[in-house]
T-cell receptor
Framework: EAGVAQSPRYKIIEKRQSVAFWCNPI?????LYWYQQILGQGPKLLIQFQNNGVVDDSQLPKDRFSAERLKGVDSTLKIQPAKLEDSAVYLC?????????????FGNGTRLTVT | GQNIDQPTEMTATEGAIVQINCTYQ??????LFWYQQHAGEAPTFLSY????GLEEKGRFSSFLSRSKGYSYLLLKELQMKDSASYLCAVRDLSGGNTGGFKTIFGAGTRLFVKA
């Protein structure tokens, strides 16, 4: 099966600019996750979707970050305006369901550098 | 809230056995995962535990004690390619009113395998 697709792989922007990331999950996976991983740390959950509804966005900085999953398939994550501390790898993952033995499958991530 | 603790770093010798511990606190436990992440790559799924006891999969085994909020990953016959970060992740009730389960990660344990 095709894996989780993310684009772009790398992005360099200046602070206060905006940026968007795109994710296409594995076909049939109901749950989609966006994680932020700062170098040397574990992935931090930003937002989790079940189909096109939000399960959790408690750690999403809503003043600058937004995400959507229209039609319950593809998803985009946007940052506007970016800050230096947003430099990180943004990982998208999907799973068959949010419960039980349904492991997360990760995309290759987008490495964002804010200068 | 949720809290996941792992040692930051461990070093072991090729051919040896190493145990990586993880302790967690949750409000509605729904399973525990272990992931492997090589530098610059996305995490990949290793194991899943939801009931107490040991799950064995080749050179890798994972143990869970729900009453103690404790898990460990056991790696046998260590190889140089096992040098990576090992992430403990827990599926827990989301704090929102969706009744859903979110998956959160610990900071990871960096394992160095030396010859």
């Amino acid at each position: 099966e095709a894996g989780v697709a993310q684009s772009p792989r790398y992005k360099i922007i200046e602070k206060r600019q905006s940026v968007a990331f795109w994710c296409n999950p594995i076909s049939g996976h109901a749950t989609l996750y966006w994680y932020q991983q700062i170098l040397g740390q574990g992935p931090k959950l930003l937002i989790q979707f079940q189909n096109n509804g939000v399960v959790d966005d408690s750690q999403l900085p809503k003043d600058r970050f937004s995400a959507e999953r229209l039609k319950g398939v593809d998803s985009t994550l946007k940052i506007q305006p970016a800050k230096l501390e947003d430099s990180a790898v943004y990982l998208c993952a999907s799973s068959l369901d949010q419960r039980g033995n349904s492991p997360l499958h990760f995309g290759n991530g987008t490495r964002l550098t804010v200068t | 809230g949720q809290n996941i603790d792992q040692p930051t770093e461990m070093t072991a010798t090729e051919g040896a056995i190493v145990q990586i511990n993880c302790t967690y606190q949750t409000s509605g436990f729904n399973g525990l995962f272990w992931y492997q992440q090589h530098a610059g790559e996305a995490p990949t799924f290793l194991s899943y535990n939801v009931l107490d006891g040991l799950e064995e999969k080749g050179r890798f085994s994972s143990f869970l004690s729900r009453s103690k909020g404790y898990s460990y990953l056991l790696l046998k016959e260590l190889q140089m390619k096992d040098s990576a970060s090992y992430l403990c992740a827990v599926r827990d009730l989301s704090g929102g009113n969706t009744g859903g389960f979110k998956t959160i990660f610990g900071a990871g344990t960096r394992l160095f395998v030396k010859a």
